[in-house]
């Protein structure tokens, strides 16, 4: 039962959360007059499509363990949102993964063109960082410039971009949880953990307290990957809007490939389990991160 | 016979610069183990591979024009050329321009595939943010931050992207050299101007002196496009690198189209002396900046 109340309460922050965040992007994202208009407009259909705003919503959970104000912990997570919606439009690209449905809706390649989507993509990753360095996301230049730093370690070749190249090179490779993992920690979870780390950051905490939620975040990334690939053999497609069965079609290793379906619930378990364990020293102010983790194992998209 | 020793001059200089460009970069873009070692090998392909180093010569003469160390100027240079080579590589991509050749080379997309292609310029545009907000480029962070949201702007929707946008909408468009002009000012000009104005940002120096040397950047750039028009009529590709008569081809607006071959010779002569006269206050110092307005005019590629 109490559960229940969480995962619903859960719900109704995360909604809160996201709606705010949307409020954001749009100013964010204003189109100007003239031909160029073009791709404001697919930033702005890559980005305010009804995500789940999971990564914003965990940089908020974390600024607010640390007294930072939430109009600091929004503009952080759209930069983080933007940066996960630009790997979103290049990856569904036809030269990469080339879907062609996106969380419903066609893609932004499909709804636009593949040029736009690419320009788009840039425009969104470049954005990103105009936003970090502003003086309106930090009042100190060295934690704007901390933010920016990190952000593209998690982003860039030896992130979440290298774990793509990885994913495209993976058909060629043997697989192991070993390298699935190597490949979900860059391509995903070096951006979820840095979602969790993030408040630390706008809040100057010590390296301590940076690492644990860093951590924190890499088994909560981890446990998502797991999720979703638990969601590609058992989901709902209309739930998820998207297509199921995609991996198993591909040839595709993943977790469940690799660890069954039983052993893929377990692990997940296993890394929530983990998760939760490490933010014992913050006491009750962490909930909203605990109840991510239980978010993680329920979802149902 | 002063103009051409001048030109001398600049060239080994500019050699120079371009040398130690490339070892800066070499540095920041280190190959790890592991199967995403290809992302970072397409990352090096795109970027040290004989460019003029234009962009970075101007962070250096800037930067020497305030005092601040050529190691400073250089890390900013860098990042302008990563910026810069990524975005030729997405531009070459079958999606956009489609262009098997780049320096003479084949186009990255050619050497590696699309998808790594993608992949490298997101790579170096996210390591050209990392870079600038590293605190090895200035020790101050304030300055670090303006160098971040100066780039952003200049290479993002607002501007470099937003370039290239208008590039793919020109065919719908009617063609007149305020289009053309506003088409090119965002595509090339805010990058090289901020190459420009880039030293006075690592100086400190005040708003009139960045306001100075961005106006000299854009009027540099645009002149720069116009002899790139010129090359694409008159050029000689083994020299050039690339095809020439492609614009033509593709029925594409461009300066000789608009103005006739004497009529852009002109214009660029007009611009490279208004650019030139701008510096008026600098004295001797800025020499490096008047070379290479002269340089612009007598390119051969």
Known sequence: MSEVMTSDLLSVAMAAAAEQLESVIDSLIAVPPGPEARVFEAMRYGTLNGGKRLRPFLVLSGARLFDVPDALALRVGAALEMIHSYSLIHDDLPAMDDDDLRRG????????????????????????????????????????????????????????????MIDLEAEKLEAT????????????????????????????????????????????????????????????????????????????????????VEGARREARMLVDRAIARLEGFGKDADAFRQMGYFVLERRN
């Open 105 to 164: 809706n066609p893609s932004c390649h499909i709804e636009f063109d593949d040029a736009t989507a690419i320009l788009a993509g840039d425009g969104l990753l470049t954005l990103a960082f105009e936003v970090l360095a502003d003086p309106a996301t930090h009042p100190d230049a060295e934690i704007r410039c901390t933010l920016a730093t990190s952000f593209a370690r998690a982003a860039g070749a030896a992130g979440m971009v290298g774990g793509q």
């Open 177 to 260: 949880p070993e390298l699935i993992t190597r490949l979900e920690n860059m391509k995903t979870g070096a951006l979820i953990s840095l979602s969790c780390e993030s408040g630390a950051i706008l809040g100057d905490a010590g390296a301590d307290a940076r690492a644990i939620l860093r951590d924190f975040g890499y088994d909560l990334g981890l446990a998502f990957q797991v999720t979703d690939d638990l969601l590609d053999v058992e989901g709902d497609e209309a739930n998820l809007g998207k297509k199921v069965g995609k991996d198993a079609a591909a040839g595709k290793a993943t977790f469940v490939s690799l660890l069954g």
